[in-house]
């Protein structure tokens, strides 16, 4: 008897390498989500004080020299609803990470990632990283042409025209903007 399967429009988040549940030393931030905020696992995310509320709180894409996240979760999920808190993995650890929110763009190995701070998604950027810092930096791209099809991998989520269910693959490298101009 077949009941039935819900299909996701986009693949989950997927740590390769870095996360340890049981470790202590790895840096994911549980926080509750900004009021009327809607962030999908995979998605870029950052922790925003509420002076109001007197909290931290996520929001989608990230702003000024806050530390960027990726959401491990999507914000409805059941574990969020449960316990109002919401879990994202901060790129200032190391991690090797499969998201299918990125940008247009051509995606070479070792070519550096920033954000979209509107809808959240990583994209390829041409800062040059060596001498000038004028982008943040989350990540690089860690597999050869880094966008790849799981489509045979993933039978939850709705392929695309092509049949195809793609991913950025890339591990998290923060480097923060220098505002000093040094």
């Known amino acids: ?9 986009k693949a989950q988040l997927v740590v390769l390498r870095g996360w340890d549940p049981n470790g202590t030393t790895k840096r994911e931030t549980v926080a ?6 809607k962030i999908k ?26 530390t960027p996240h990726i959401a ?11 316990s109002g808190l919401f879990s994202a993995l901060s790129c200032a ?12 763009g051509t995606y070479l190995y070792n070519t550096y990632l920033t954000f979209d701070s509107t809808t959240g998604d990583v994209k390829p950027t041409t800062a ?10 989350l990540g690089q791209v860690s597999k050869n042409n880094g966008i790849i099809n ?9 392929p695309d025209a092509n049949g195809a269910v793609n991913v950025l693959q890339f591990k998290t490298v923060y480097l923060r903007i220098d505002t000093a101009g040094s």
């Open 72 to 82: 491990k979760y999507d914000w409805d999920d059941t574990m969020i609803a449960g």
């Open 1 to 9: 008897m077949n009941i039935g399967t819900l299909k996701r429009d």
């Open 41 to 66: 696992s995979g998605q870029v995310c950052y922790l925003s004080w509420n002076s109001t509320l007197g909290i931290e709180e996520f929001k989608l894409g990230c702003a000024g020299l806050a």
């Open 93 to 104: 650890d190391a991690y090797e990470l499969q998201t299918p929110y990125y940008a247009a």
């Open 128 to 137: 040059d990283v060596a001498s000038d810092i004028t982008t943040t930096v």
């Open 150 to 158: 799981v489509a045979s991998s993933t039978s939850n989520v709705t």
């Open 32 to 37: 509750p989500l900004a009021s009327g905020v």
